[in-house]
């Protein structure tokens, strides 16, 4: 029988298949180039690039892409066969290192912001070896970076691996000066958990708002939602345990990890979390994966919803970012360890990340905003917009008796010696679970639990890893100039807990009071919607730090506030567009059906009965009339206020009046047709209801 191990990774040009299949010095530096990043010469390329084809055209593929992932957030491709005519009329079958290294895509149709002007249509990809191509279809897809003929990132990518570059570079400076002369490379990794609905396509297919938006804008509450939390962890469905089984198959042979899957707590909602890996893998994992899903959901009937919040009043979709950093010889560096020099180490960078979190929490929200994740951050499963740090009672303590210059007051057999320049030794196994933290310490990674589901993980990582970059920086510049660096050492961590303690909470994060807590006294920011925060990106602070760190330039980030605002506006107004339609050619045509039938009947009734009062009848079809009334003007508001949008001088003005008349007209006018929906016989209603597509899945 053939096992997962026989097929793991089949699709994948990676290290097994590069080692049996280039010479022992061609491997040599390509993998120096994947693990220390040095460039790589074209006679390398060129054998790569002949292996890969080779390999590839005895996996049945006839084509290749330069896979990559502009700011539209999917994924680009755009296929190039092998073939090559011969001069006898045959064809053989060629790929150049030079093919490998560098395309040429027509750039003119991937959002710039302003970067490109349109004569100037190309762009680059230009080939990433620390990710590794794979097959996917009769396509070898090779992952690329992408930007434009002046230079400009026009991807996720460049920044991503910037920031990794910057990362590296601070945290040697860091190791070094704890004598650590052995490790040559330091990088992040990321294991992102991914919550998905599923539902049948019979329903999807009914839903306008579904097939055009990618979540309902219409419904009232069914009968029936989450509150019995018998949903997680449940037994899972047959249909959709076929799935997973299809759905890790295909992750398996592509190199994907998928380690763990089970249900969620909404009905029809479920959880895929692979095994770790570096930001940069990970987020092309994290895209392919998101693909494969809705690629195999189609095979079973059914349809994979990766939006945040598909479905009002159930839980919506996130994707936990699990982040850690760690050496190439294996050392997490957010690991507390075994001995007090590791323990010092460890505390260091654990307050380079509180600290980078503080100081940078606009840009973690900045990274999260989209029109989508503004309907979840903050309703009753997802952590609210306000950015706060969990590190558990413990460690709290910890940082408490440095702050404090008093001892560590752990239990007796918790207690530790303070044998290394007054700073404690403490347990390995530092918190307990905290859900309601938007920022979790959980023993040696943090858990970013701002993300939505539907997002590249690419934007939270570039800022992480950034942050994080920078407090690095500012301590080793700080502590290389120390004459005695353990003292020098104990002053850091001392001033940086006490400037930057506001932002580490322990409490419950879904909790009112503390919002205003935070806020009010704490003075940390609270940007509810994309509309709010977006602008930020440009806030002097930020500018500031990610050019100086070289990972964006000015006019990089300039684009990309503006193609987040643009990807808020065009999404919130195409959904205001599905209302009005949906309202107008659908809810109120049958509302009124069913009011005329019943009026018809009624009067029916009466000619049969005079002395009845019809009383049900005659409240039920005024109740109705009226409120088809109330739908008529609202949807009049609302188109008023999507043409409302035309007067606006630049995009910052049309996001904020998406948020304060499009949103709220929107949300005025769901109210009376999820009422009408609860009083109309079900034969008349246009859709399938929450109920109807919640528990469609068997
Ligand atoms: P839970 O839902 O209990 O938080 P999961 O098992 O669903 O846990 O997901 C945890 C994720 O964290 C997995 O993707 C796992 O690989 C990842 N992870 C574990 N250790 C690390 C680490 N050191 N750095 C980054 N990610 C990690
Ligand atoms: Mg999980």
Not at 376 to 382: C, H, K
Not at 625 to 654: F, N, P, Q, R, Y
Request: glycine share 6%; net charge negative; aromatic share 8%.
């Amino acid at each position: 029988m053939r096992t997962v191990a026989d097929y793991f990774g089949s699709l994948v040009f990676d290290d097994r298949v590069m080692r049996a299949r280039l010479s022992a010095d061609v491997y040599k530096s390509l993998r120096k180039t994947i693990d220390e990043g040095k460039a790589l010469d074209l006679r390398v390329a060129n054998a790569v690039a002949e292996a890969m084809k080779n390999w590839a055209v005895e996996k049945g593929a006839t084509h290749y892409t330069h896979w990559f992932q502009p700011l539209t957030g999917v994924t680009a491709e755009k296929h190039d066969s092998f073939i090559s005519p011969s001069p006898d009329g045959s064809v053989i079958m060629e790929f150049s290192g030079k093919e490998l290294i560098k395309g040429e895509p027509d750039a003119s149709s991937f959002p710039s912001g302003g970067l490109r002007a349109t004569f100037e249509a190309r762009g680059y990809t230009a080939w990433d070896p620390t990710s590794y191509a794979f097959i996917k279809g009769k396509t070898l897809c090779i992952p690329t970076a992408f930007c434009s003929y002046g230079g400009h990132a026009l991807d996720k990518k460049t920044p991503l691996l910037r920031s990794m570059e910057a990362l590296n570079r601070e945290a040697l400076r860091i190791l070094r000066l704890f004598g650590n002369k052995k490790a040559k490379h330091v990088s992040a990794s990321v294991g992102p958990e991914q919550e998905y609905f599923l539902i049948t396509k019979e329903m999807y297919d009914k839903r306008p708002d579904l097939r055009f938006t990618g979540r309902t804008l219409f419904g009232a509450k069914p009968p029936k939602g989450q509150e019995m939390d018998d949903h997680y962890f449940g037994v899972i469905k047959p249909t959709v345990a076929a799935f997973m089984e299809d759905l890790n198959d295909e992750l398996w042979k592509l190199g994907i990890l998928s380690k763990t899957e089970h249900n969620e707590v909404a009905p029809a909602q479920h959880e895929m979390a692979p095994i770790y890996t570096t930001t940069n893998a990970a987020t092309d994992q994290n895209q392919l994966t998101m693909e494969i899903m809705q690629r195999v959901a189609a095979k079973h009937g059914l349809v994979c919803l990766l939006h945040e919040k598909p479905f009002e009043g159930v839980n919506g979709s996130g994707k936990h970012n699990n982040w850690s950093i760690s050496t190439d010889d294996g050392q997490n560096l957010l690991s507390p360890g075994d001995t007090p020099y590791e323990n010092v180490q460890f505390l260091l960078f654990l307050c380079a990340v509180i600290k980078a979190v503080d100081e940078y929490q606009d840009l973690l929200r900045i990274a999260v905003a989209t029109a989508g994740n503004d309907h979840r951050l903050g309703a009753n499963e997802a952590p609210p917009a306000v950015v706060s740090i969990f590190l558990g009672d413990e460690l709290e303590e910890v940082l408490k008796a440095i702050e404090t210059d008093s001892p560590y007051a752990g239990t007796e057999q918790e207690r530790m010696e303070w044998d290394v320049a007054v700073l404690p030794k403490f347990r390995k196994d530092t918190t307990d679970r905290n859900r309601t933290s938007p920022f979790a310490f959980t023993g040696n990674k943090f858990e970013f639990r701002m993300l939505g589901s539907s997002n590249s993980i690419a934007c939270t990582n570039i800022m992480l890893n950034a942050a994080v970059t920078e407090s690095l920086r500012v301590f080793a510049d700080e502590l290389e100039q120390a004459d005695n660096f353990d003292e020098a050492l104990h002053a850091l961590l001392k001033r940086t807990i006490k400037e930057h303690k506001r932002i580490i909470f322990n409490g419950n994060g879904y909790d009112d009071a503390w919002i205003r807590e935070m806020t009010e006294n704490r003075g940390l920011l609270n940007y509810r919607t994309t509309a709010d925060c977006m602008p930020h990106l440009m806030d002097e602070k930020n500018v500031k730090m990610l050019t100086s760190l070289g990972i964006f330039t000015e006019d990089e980030l300039r684009s990309r506030r503006d193609i987040m605002l643009e990807n808020y506006c065009k999404t919130v107004t195409i959904e205001a567009n599905t209302m009005i339609n949906m309202v107008r050619k659908r809810i109120a045509p049958a509302v009124i059906r069913f009011t005329a039938d019943l009026a018809h009947q009624m009067s029916e009734k009466r000619t049969l009965f005079p002395q009845l009062a019809c009383a049900c009848e005659s409240e039920l079809i005024v109740t109705l009339s009226e409120l088809t009334d109330v739908m008529k003007d609202l949807t009049a508001s609302l188109e008023e206020a999507v043409k409302g949008l035309g007067d606006a001088a630049d995009v910052i003005e049309e996001a904020a009046l998406i948020r304060d008349r499009v949103l709220p007209a929107m949300e005025e006018l769901r109210i009376p047709c999820d009422k009408a929906e609860t009083l109309t016989e079900k034969s008349y209603w246009p859709f399938p209801t929450y109920g109807d597509i919640l528990f469609s899945v068997k």
